[in-house]
Nanobody, 124 residues
Framework: QAQLVESGGGSVETGGSLRLSCEAS???????TGWFRQAPGKEREGVAA?????STVYANSVTRRFTVSQDKKILYLRMNSLTPEDTARYYC?????????????????????WGQGTQVTVSS
């Protein structure tokens, strides 16, 4: 069973930056690997994903602030210009080779393997 382990969360002030990492127990393969987040009292939402060896997609709320990248077995999420609205637990997930249609790349139901998450807190 493949495993994903997130790291890099923490507490920052508004305008700060963080880089999250997601290390896989084995190579991701094709398909999609992405970042999701869940704030208290809210549903989990897709933030960014990298699919099919390099194509990316971002939620409107993070476009031009967040960047997803990958190096071998590690997926990164660089987060700039953070605001309190970005406070959430961030999860890494993968479809592990399965290739969903592009319109579904940020839908959590397409992802079969999940990490435990890392907390990001942004203070005003």
């Amino acid at each position: 069973q493949a495993q994903l382990v997130e790291s890099g969360g923490g507490s920052v002030e508004t305008g700060g930056s963080l880089r999250l990492s997601c290390e896989a127990s084995r190579y991701f393969g094709g398909g999609c690997t992405g970042w999701f987040r869940q704030a208290p009292g809210k549903e989990r939402e897709g933030v960014a994903a990298m699919c099919n060896f390099g194509s990316t997609v971002y939620a409107n709320s993070v476009t031009r602030r967040f960047t997803v990248s990958q190096d071998k077995k590690i997926l990164y999420l660089r987060m700039n210009s953070l605001t309190p609205e970005d406070t959430a637990r961030y999860y890494c997930a993968s479809t592990w080779g399965r290739k969903p249609p592009v319109q579904n790349w940020l839908l959590q139901g397409e992802y079969s393997v999940w990490g435990q998450g890392t907390q990001v807190t942004v203070s005003s």
